[in-house]
């Protein structure tokens, strides 16, 4: 890298547009939407998607709620043609669904194209030719004359083929490509020469698709070059703004949001950013942004999950596990302070008496994308007490008292650093049993018992096996608790008084089970926690007087 990239690359100018209005507005409303993945982002696959590919991915965009689909360009071959004149003859096209298809502004091409959607019921043609200095001058060595006069060209082959199917309702789509990059007066020029040739109108305006082909400025350049020319274009209740971002300086989504602050009204991108170099915009991370404040996206994605594996296997590349909102791990804290807020927010949340959604870390309801709340909180030698209580009531419905979760989760941090890995439910779960729950042939089991007595006087009477040999112990104390910890007394020596107590209910129903939890002191000033788990609250409780005393003993 240079010392000084002066020398090598310049500044993007700013626009003077000092009374710029989008800063001070809000996106309350969704745009537009156009998906490309089928064009742009099959373009730009490594092994492009096949016609039973291209078909499952339609159906996805179809079902999300894509309205209007970019389904290929016709004139770059046999495979793309025929998929798309198949689209039509076979009636897949649905009647609220859009399909637009792309072409270069050669009559050829254009002819090509309109042949594709021959008995469509409506579709968009969507005419393009780059309009930048550098294109203009490295690319085509053209005057500005001469790269209008394409745009003019292409325009009046659109009308002229349009008129050849008057069966069709047609739209018309128009690029001034690398208009990121290309003076803004010279845009507005060529946009309004082809204007001239369409002749939209308020009731069938033209799509003007604004593209930062290449990124190469900060998202507020962007916004203002949206607003300048919404501004400046002529009969602007003609003609739709479209949004076509790229994400070569990864603010792709930024830009886009941007765009719409800045007056744009449609937006075309790519599922999770698939697309040319670092890729186009993601739509659902647009989408699902209005959503967390509160705008309906019009687009559904209550399954990510079969979303994700369905762009998967089309684009045969991963959604990154780090990927906005659909990311495997996006949801999921290892943090302990991470873990504890999340958790002490599902348990305001479950508080609340309304719908709001104000949980720490977590800006967007997983259960809204389809998505449960085990793999919200992980464990391995970075988690806390927090995330191995939150993992444990997930799994398995124990709720820890405070201090036993500090206390389970040093023997979870020593077996994280033991095995150096993630540690999943099973490892968890496993854990917790051998610490705390008394094993058929550890040293302090319970065989049988009963007990009487009235409140304040109670008597236990059962059979217990220690270290193996089964006997009978007897014990007094003003509740049942405090009769076992008298009985175990005698029969074995050990001494234990009772810190804590806490109960609950497991599952609900004739299936439930009680959970009970001790914390103990010994004679030595030692804390033990005990553990009882059984269909009975009376006899969890003698249980977890047990483990207490294995633990103690």
């Excluded at 949001?257 to 670092?278: I, Y």
């Excluded at 109670?458 to 405090?482: K, M, P, Q, Y």
Aim: proline share 5%.
């Amino acid at each position: 890298m240079l010392r000084d990239p002066s020398v090598k690359y310049r500044p993007f100018p700013q626009i003077d547009l000092p009374d710029r209005q989008w800063p001070g507005r809000t996106i309350t409303r969704a745009p537009r939407w156009l998906s490309t993945d089928m064009r742009d982002g099959n373009q730009a696959l490594i092994d492009p998607m096949d016609g039973e590919k291209k078909t499952r991915f339609f159906e996805l965009l179809c079902k999300v709620g894509i309205k209007e689909i970019e389904v290929g360009f016709p004139s770059a071959g046999a495979t793309e043609f025929d998929f798309i004149s198949g689209l039509v003859r076979e009636g897949k096209i649905p009647d609220d669904v859009t399909v637009q298809v792309l072409t270069q502004s050669r009559q050829d091409l254009i002819e090509t194209s309109f042949q594709s959607l021959k008995g469509a019921k409506k579709a968009i043609v969507h005419l393009y030719n780059a309009v930048s200095p550098a294109w203009r001058r490295i690319v085509f060595g053209m005057s500005r004359d001469e790269v209008r006069a394409i745009a003019v060209a292409g325009a009046k082959v659109l009308r002229d083929e349009a008129a050849k199917q008057p069966d069709t309702e047609w739209h018309f789509e128009y690029s001034p490509e690398t208009f990121s990059t290309a003076e803004l007066d010279f845009s507005v020029e060529v946009c309004e020469a082809v204007m001239d040739i369409l002749r939209p109108t308020p009731e069938r305006p033209l799509i003007l698709n604004l593209p930062a082909t290449v990124e190469c400025a900060t998202p507020n350049v962007y916004a203002d070059q949206i607003e300048w020319f919404g501004r400046n274009i002529r009969n602007r209740d003609s003609v739709v703004i479209s949004l076509h971002t790229h994400n070569d300086r990864g603010t792709g989504v930024a830009a886009t949001e941007l765009g719409l602050l800045a007056g744009a009204d449609r937006v075309e991108g790519c599922l999770f950013g698939n697309g040319e170099r670092t890729g186009n915009v993601d739509l659902v991370t647009v989408g699902l942004n209005m959503y967390t404040q509160g705008v309906d996206p019009k687009l559904d994605f209550s399954n990510i999950d079969e979303v994700i594996q369905t762009v998967e296997y089309c684009n045969q590349l991963p959604v990154h596990p780090r990927h906005p909102y659909a990311g495997e791990l996006v949801f999921t804290a290892f943090s302990g302070s991470h873990q504890d807020a999340i958790k002490k927010g599902f348990a305001a949340q479950a508080a609340r008496n309304d719908q709001i959604w104000d949980v720490p870390y977590l800006p967007i309801d997983p259960a809204d994308l389809g998505r449960d709340y085990e793999a919200v909180i992980r464990v391995n030698s970075q988690s806390g007490k927090g995330g191995v209580a939150w993992v444990l009531e997930q799994d398995r419905g124990l709720k820890l008292p405070k201090r036993m979760q500090a206390d389970f989760s040093r023997h979870v941090q020593a077996l994280a650093d033991e095995t150096s890995r993630e540690l999943n439910a099973a490892d968890i779960g496993g854990l917790f049993e051998a610490v705390y729950l008394p094993k058929p042939d550890g040293r302090i089991t319970l065989v049988d018992y009963h007990e009487s007595g009235a409140a304040g006087a109670r008597t236990f009477v059962g059979t217990i096996a220690i270290d193996g040999e089964e006997r009978s112990v007897s014990g007094r104390g003003n509740g049942l608790i405090s009769s076992v910890i008298d009985a175990l007394r005698e029969a074995c020596g050990i001494e234990i008084d009772v810190a804590d107590y806490n109960e609950h209910a497991i599952g609900h129903g004739s299936d439930a089970q009680a959970a009970a939890y001790l914390e103990c002191r010994t004679r030595d000033g030692r804390t033990v926690f005990g553990v009882g788990i059984d269909a009975d609250i009376a006899t969890a409780s003698v249980r977890a007087v047990l483990s207490a005393a294995n633990r103690a003993g």
